[in-house]
Nanobody
Framework: QVQLVESGGGLVQPGGSLRLSCAAS????????IYWYRQAPGKEREQVAF???????NYDDSVKGRFTISADNAMNTVHLQMNNLNPEDAAVYYC???????????WGPGTQVTVSS
């Protein structure tokens, strides 16, 4: 069973940066894809970015040019570098990997990002 744990959240001023990390464990196979989602109070959870084990990446339009997703070769750790943060980026950020024939879907517990002056 894959376990995911996020870290790196915190309080940052508008225009500032944070680097989130998602640590994956428990799988004997390389994880194929990891997503970052976020959920602000009163809003639905939304996809922010994803990265595949082949290195393909994708970003939501709202974060393109500001966020960068990266991973180590084994997909054991996935980072989300967030630059030029604004109050609309404030949310709980989660990493997620979907179910495959080799492991069940997994979500991390989330890490809080607060953007405020």
């Amino acid at each position: 069973q894959v376990q995911l744990v996020e870290s790196g959240g915190g309080l940052v001023q508008p225009g500032g940066s944070l680097r989130l990390s998602c640590a994956a464990s428990g799988s004997s196979r390389t994880i194929h894809i990891i997503y970052w989602y976020r959920q602000a109070p009163g809003k639905e959870r939304e996809q922010v970015a994803f990265i595949t084990s082949g290195g393909s990446t994708n970003y939501d339009d709202s974060v393109k040019g500001r966020f960068t997703i990266s991973a180590d070769n084994a997909m054991n750790t996935v980072h989300l570098q967030m630059n030029n943060l604004n109050p609309e980026d404030a949310a709980v950020y989660y990493c997620h990997t979907p179910r495959t024939p080799w492991y069940e879907a997994s979500w991390g517990p989330g890490t809080q990002v607060t953007v405020s002056s």
